[in-house]
């Protein structure tokens, strides 16, 4: 695979919409307690494959 298009697949506008949701509810998460800071990682990176596996099907 071209390494640009794998880029691409990352770094693109949506990218910022896929993890915003993540951040969010972590702020929200902030209110009632402690954060989970492993999750927060697990869910950031679950954020990006998905998003980056719907980029490359299409």
Do not use: N, W
């Given at each position: 695979?071209?390494?640009?298009r794998?880029?691409?697949?990352?770094?693109?506008?949506?990218?910022?919409?896929?993890?915003?949701?993540?951040?969010?509810?972590?702020?929200?998460?902030?209110?009632?307690?402690?954060?989970?800071?492993?999750?927060?990682?697990v869910?950031?990176?679950?954020?990006?494959?998905?998003q980056?596996?719907?980029?490359y099907?299409?």
């Amino acid at each position: 695979m071209d390494t640009m298009r794998e880029i691409l697949l990352i770094c693109h506008i949506p990218f910022s919409a896929t993890i915003s949701p993540v951040l969010a509810g972590t702020a929200l998460a902030a209110l009632e307690g402690p954060i989970r800071y492993d999750i927060l990682i697990v869910l950031l990176l679950a954020a990006l494959f998905i998003q980056a596996s719907a980029k490359y099907a299409q």
